[in-house]
């Protein structure tokens, strides 16, 4: 529970006392021993080396100091909580689980001594901590936007020393938004998706399960332990891991580390003793593609072990594409836009300063004008909306290839009230959303075609404006409008399949990604776990950012300002360039440059998919 909210902070150089708490940087060669009620600044730290340790209470604190300092000390970095639980009595500390949840708050927890003699016969002190809710981080290590007020009551005794103790206290941690940047970090875990078709080369595709660990204190022994204990709750309907059930780190094995040549070794527990090669080496893709970006340097190589010391299986990073694909297992060669004609028209992604060209087919050829297209994420195919959006088309991107009728139509008034931009899947499904406010559905069309399938929405609150299926098949990213309001949420794809048919298709378990903005313009998968949006918050100018598919802001730099954005396209591949529409028409933003225009008459852009 993190304590900056409630009292003014102020910075000291070396350490900082906070009633009976403290915080000690590393490396500090004194403590002062006196001090009032104020604490210091909760700023980032820079520098990855500095860890942040409590001060125990003094002796003879007032319940308000064992209260403060107790907050204080669970915003470091002690990696068991032991001085935190040194403001405990014994049987509170041993009660106490802390790794249950954490809940962010806006400013973090204002302390307010409601009463003495809290409870009958006693003279006990109790304090409620209050605050804003931002989020909660579960025991799975899953966060989650939340909001309301927090409320909560630590209760304290004076034990037979004469010495205050809380001895009543909520389950988990509490601090606020900036006490909770500085401690956590964000982490994407792999598993494989399990209701999709295999992905490129018929390897299995793998899907990010972004989870929050403490930035500090151990974090790649706690990402691989949240690894083997499997998918968050809401992912885990939809993926598979390779490492077999109650798998763990052989006991007595507390920390892991690369050596000197980045070489992890994963010591295993007899759970996985008996896999055969194939799927160990699966189980150490997962372990790389997690461990990625995990460490400065990363992680080139991983062995994992028996439960007897042998060795299971050896993978390097460079082998693990190979094993398994994360997105579609291929970089797009292309972006596309719609031209001043309303054909769809292509721009090499290589950047080599060409020209834009119609895509070779019909839909580059002009025989139909659209307002809005996808590409198909092999890019051998797309989809086309009419101008007036009232028809979907696909075609093939063949020279000679012809259009042929269109494959789905909308009955809505207006342009506005009728098709989507379409997207595909990883499997090769196109899913577009037919906005009629009579019949308002999310369709997918198999493969791009024959009868659309209805698909099943049913915490759906409002009417899709925007889809965009992630490569990986299993989430789907919707911009919904309710109210004059519009939301971008995030919801997990279950596919039902009876015989080897497919019998149905939901989105399920939507939620919320930026519960902050009132309005959504545009939006598109930027990462494996991240989106780019563009919208505004309440009374707000619009604004560009990026958003974790849970909620929580990524550490990214936000994109540079533009104006006027109507749509905006990039790829999972986070290396490719920002593509936008604008007041400017069609503008592209690299990497360490500024938004470049690409054409003055432009529309749409897309990525494949």
Known sequence: MGAEGGRRRRPLRIGVYVGCGAVLLAGCASMPDSGDLRGVESTPRQDAQVRVFAMPPRDNARPEEIVQGFLEALTSDDPQYETARKYLTEDAGQKWKPSSSTTVLADGPSTVADRTGAREGSDDYAYTLTGAKVATVDAQHAYAPDSGRYTKTVYLTQQKDRQWRIDGLPQGVVMGKSDFQRNYLSVNKYYFASTVPTGSGGRPGAVADPIYVRKEVDPMTETVQALLKGPTRWLDPVVRSSFPTHTALKKGVSSLAPDDQNELTVPLNAKADHVGQTQCTKMAAQLLFTLKDLTPTGVDEVKLQRSDGSQLCVLGEDQAESVASRGTGKRPESQYF????????????????????????????????????????????????????????????????????????SDGRTEDDRLTTPSWDGSGDLWVADRNPKDPRLLLLEKGAGEPVVVRTPQLDGRVQAVRVAADGVRVALVVEKGGKTSLQVGRIEREDKGGERTGVSVLELRSVTPQLEEVTAMSWAADS??????????????????????????RTPPSALTGVKDIAASEDERLPLVAYSVDGIVRLSSGSQWQKVVKDGTAPVYPG
């Open 530 to 555: 991240q989106l780019v949006v563009v919208g505004r918050e309440s009374g707000g100018v619009q604004q560009m950012r990026y958003v974790q598919v849970d909620g929580s802001t990524p550490l």
């Open 338 to 409: 719609l031209d001043g004609k309303h054909r769809l028209v292509r721009l090499p992604s290589a950047g080599s300063g060409k020209a834009p060209e119609p895509v070779p087919g019909a839909l580059g050829e002009g025989d139909k004008a659209l307002r809005a297209a996808a590409v198909s994420r092999d890019e051998a195919g797309a989809a086309g909306v009419s101008l007036d959006g009232r028809s979907l088309y696909v075609g093939s991107l063949v020279s000679g290839g012809s259009l042929g009728e269109a494959v789905l139509h």
